[in-house]
């Protein structure tokens, strides 16, 4: 799994020009989900995004998580995080998972995400055309692959 993680001060998300779901501060967290992702990939970045230290302390320093701020979380699916680029200017997706596979790692992510961080948690559609609007605050934007725990 492959994730980019957004502290916002808000994010919106849209289907179809219907607005679908909202945050106030907290994290947006594009989830990408490849063949070769387990219960245990959901398990351990679930627990590191959680725990992740991004939102300031009373001293400036970012030294809380985003339950500890009592914020908000926004997970939207995005296999084009798993694009290879090594041929070509045309992006390959054949490491992302297909739907059968990824959808049930997807709500499966979305539920231990809650559970494990206590704070309230929206979702997208899997697979349905979104936009999503958001002020990055910071800018802080982190990558994270359960693959290559770095």
């Given at each position: 799994m492959r994730v980019v993680i957004q502290k916002v001060e808000k994010a919106e998300l849209s289907i179809d020009g219907s607005?679908?779901?909202?945050?106030?501060p907290g994290l947006l967290v594009l989830l990408g989900i490849e063949d070769a992702d387990t219960e245990e990939d959901i398990a351990w970045l679930t627990g590191k995004i959680t725990r992740l230290r991004v939102f300031d302390d009373n001293?400036?320093?970012?030294?809380?998580?985003?339950?500890?701020?009592?914020?908000?979380?926004?997970?939207?699916?995005?296999?084009?995080?798993?694009?290879?680029?090594?041929k070509g200017n045309r992006p390959s997706y054949i490491r992302a998972a297909k739907p059968d596979h990824a959808i049930p790692l997807y709500e499966a992510f979305i539920k231990q995400l809650g559970t494990e961080s206590g704070c309230r948690v929206v979702s997208g559609v899997f697979g349905a055309y979104m936009q999503v609007m958001l002020v990055n605050d910071g800018p802080v934007t982190i990558i994270i692959d359960s693959k290559n725990k770095e």
């Open positions: 607005h679908h779901a909202s945050i106030g001293n400036g320093v970012m030294n809380r998580s985003v339950h500890d701020v009592g914020g908000e979380l926004m997970v939207v699916s995005q296999f084009t995080l798993h694009a290879s680029t090594k």
